[in-house]
T-cell receptor
Framework: DSGVTQTPKHLITATGQRVTLRCSPR?????VYWYQQSLDQGLQFLIQ???????AKGNILERFSAQQFPDLHSELNLSSLELGDSALYFC????????????FGEGSRLTVL | GNSVTQMEGPVTLSEEAFLTINCTYTATGYPSLFWYVQYPGEGLQLLLKATKADDKGSNKGFEATYRKETTSFHLEKGSVQVSDSAVYFCALDLNNNDMRFGAGTRLTVKP
């Protein structure tokens, strides 16, 4: 058990809809990272937050947004969903600003029909 | 740009066989290098790491040596077990908030 909790574990929705994925980092970790894992593109870095502030952005679409709350949990919002957004979304946390060792949650599997 | 290239899988081995999964990197600075493992139905977890040239990371019988001259960080294990079946990811961290992962290599070990 990594200590990182993600909900929901599975989500099925339709094209055009909006979903929110939630992540609680490991106790004491200030950084939260979001990754997308799909069959054809591997593990893609989306965005990082450190202590409530956006720290780095990767290949995140404009339809996607995220935030980190004062209690350090984070939410990833995916809107105007397309079939290609179907993937496993991982949250990871680390102590400081640089990744170093990342602790991953079990992921949220999103299926867009 | 900064990137990691892993050997393509899937890799299928018999129990007790020798394992090598190749990983090479491209980076403008001096990255730390990692191997992560993803067991079925789970998130990734750190397997081993090396933070500077010639360092050797090791864990659970797996080893990898940071080779700056060949920009490589190949994963090896002398005798694999069925329980080693998983997807293995090579990754680099340039200490700039963007850890880059390879595409992953699926290993299946048969009894």
């Amino acid at each position: 058990d990594s200590g990182v909790t993600q909900t929901p574990k599975h989500l099925i929705t339709a094209t055009g809809q909006r979903v929110t994925l939630r992540c609680s980092p490991r106790s004491g970790d200030l950084s939260v990272y979001w990754y997308q894992q799909s069959l054809d593109q591997g593990l893609q870095f989306l965005i990082q937050y450190y202590n409530g502030e956006e720290r780095a952005k990767g290949n995140i679409l404009e339809r996607f947004s995220a935030q980190q709350f004062p209690d350090l949990h984070s939410e990833l919002n995916l809107s105007s969903l397309e079939l290609g957004d179907s993937a496993l979304y991982f949250c990871a946390s680390s102590v400081g600003t640089a990744p170093g060792e990342l602790f991953f949650g079990e992921g949220s599997r999103l299926t867009v029909l | 740009g900064n990137s990691v290239t892993q050997m393509e899988g899937p890799v299928t081995l018999s129990e007790e066989a020798f394992l090598t999964i190749n990983c090479t990197y491209t980076a403008t600075g001096y990255p730390s290098l990692f191997w992560y493992v993803q067991y079925p139905g789970e998130g990734l977890q750190l397997l081993l790491k090396a933070t500077k040239a010639d360092d050797k990371g090791s864990n659970k019988g797996f080893e990898a040596t940071y080779r700056k001259e060949t920009t490589s960080f190949h994963l090896e294990k002398g005798s694999v077990q069925v329980s080693d079946s998983a997807v293995y990811f090579c990754a680099l961290d340039l200490n700039n908030n963007d850890m880059r992962f390879g595409a992953g290599t699926r290993l299946t070990v048969k009894p």
